[in-house]
Nanobody
Framework: QVQLVESGGGLVQAGDSLRLSCAASTRTFGGYAMAWFRQAPGEERECVAA????????YTAVSVKGRFTMSKDNAKNMATLQMNSLKHEDTARYYCAARWDYRYLTDYSRQYDYWGQGTQVTVSS
């Protein structure tokens, strides 16, 4: 079992930046692939970024490419999502997710076993 706690959300203006953090309560964080998903009201959950267990391979959704960057620090048990040039359409609840796996990268939500409670990001236009 691993518990995930997100932080860093808030209300910002279009063009601003935010940094989301996901703290994981496990001593084997290095064995988990991590991802950030977001979900707006009435919309499906979307993977915006994912990173492999070793932090080397990454995935970034087309909708945020060039603006969002995900990283994974195995020494600190932390995954982060740096969000720059935020747009109104980035408004959503952002969730951190984890999957125990070796050298596997996926953006499919059903393949993630552990989820945080989420943090709200609201971008005013």
């Amino acid at each position: 079992q691993v518990q995930l706690v997100e932080s860093g959300g808030g209300l910002v203006q279009a063009g601003d930046s935010l940094r989301l953090s996901c703290a994981a309560s496990t001593r084997t964080f290095g064995g988990y692939a991590m991802a950030w998903f977001r979900q707006a009201p009435g919309e499906e959950r979307e993977c915006v970024a994912a990173v492999r267990d070793d932090g080397v391979a990454t995935y970034t959704a087309v909708s945020v490419k060039g603006r969002f960057t995900m990283s994974k620090d195995n020494a600190k048990n932390m995954a982060t999502l740096q969000m720059n040039s935020l747009k109104h359409e980035d408004t959503a609840r952002y969730y951190c997710a984890a999957r125990w796996d070796y050298r596997y990268l996926t953006d499919y939500s059903r393949q993630y076993d552990y989820w945080g409670q989420g943090t709200q990001v609201t971008v005013s236009s």
